[in-house]
């Protein structure tokens, strides 16, 4: 039983450039949330997917965008990338009242 | 305003020992709170969780204790194993969207490290 994946595992990217992640739950699960992590820090909540739609969202700004397909899978896209934006990026899925389990997530970094 | 506070950002502990890790929150809207460890280089993994109707929840060698009065949980690891070594989070949610838990406020962690 698969659990939660995600790619790419690694990217370097540059300022001002886009980029999109990807996740694929674990088996059973509807509903996937994306976290930011940054060095030092516990992971912050971005946003909520759950029936293709964004159900809650932190704060971040709106440079930060995400999808979830009929299958579940979500996309965490993020615009105009900043430095301040290279963090360890982490997809979560669960279902109903049970706990949030996490992928190994992407590290992003930007130059 | 941390919502989340994990005052300890590291503990050593002899191996067979028990391991006590703490936790403290301001919302009293917290329903539900789960422990998660993390290894280097992977995502968090989930440990135990307590509903904030409880005030202790066991699995095994992990017991969760919660103080709502004090606003304030312990992790507790009996006994302490070497491969328990890893960074410990605490989290808390006040969201249920009719049966769905919502987004995890997290601590920063605490670094445990148990030795032989």
């Known amino acids: 039983d698969a659990g939660v994946t995600q790619s790419p595992t690694h990217l370097i990217k540059t300022r001002g450039q886009q980029v999109t992640l990807r996740c694929s739950p674990k088996s059973g699960h509807d509903t996937v949330s994306w976290y930011q992590q940054a060095l030092g820090q516990g992971p912050q909540f971005i946003f909520q997917?759950?029936?293709?739609?964004?159900?809650q969202r932190g704060n971040f700004p709106d440079r930060f965008s995400g999808h979830q397909f009929p299958n579940y899978s979500s996309e965490l896209n993020v615009n105009a990338l900043l430095l301040g934006d290279s963090a360890l990026y982490l997809c979560?899925?669960?279902?109903?009242?049970?706990?949030?389990?996490f992928g190994d997530g992407t590290r992003l970094s930007i130059l | 305003d941390q919502q989340v506070k994990q005052n300890s950002p590291s503990l050593s502990v002899q191996e067979g020992r028990i391991s006590i890790l703490n936790c403290d929150y301001t919302n009293s809207m917290f329903d539900y709170f789960l422990w998660y460890k993390k290894y280097p280089a992977e995502g968090p993994t989930f440990l135990i969780s307590i509903s904030s109707i409880k005030d202790k929840n066991e699995d095994g060698r992990f017991t969760v204790f919660l103080n709502k009065s004090a606003k304030h949980l312990s992790l507790h690891i009996v006994p302490s194993q070497p491969g328990d070594s890893a960074v410990y989070f605490c989290?808390?949610?006040?969201?249920?969207?009719?049966?769905?838990?919502?987004?995890?406020?997290f601590g920063k962690g605490t670094k445990l490290s148990v030795k032989p």
């Open positions: 989290a808390a949610s006040d969201v249920n969207y009719g049966g769905s838990q919502g987004n995890l406020i």
């Open positions: 979560a899925s669960s279902s109903g009242l049970g706990p949030q389990h």
């Open positions: 997917y759950y029936e293709e739609e964004e159900r």
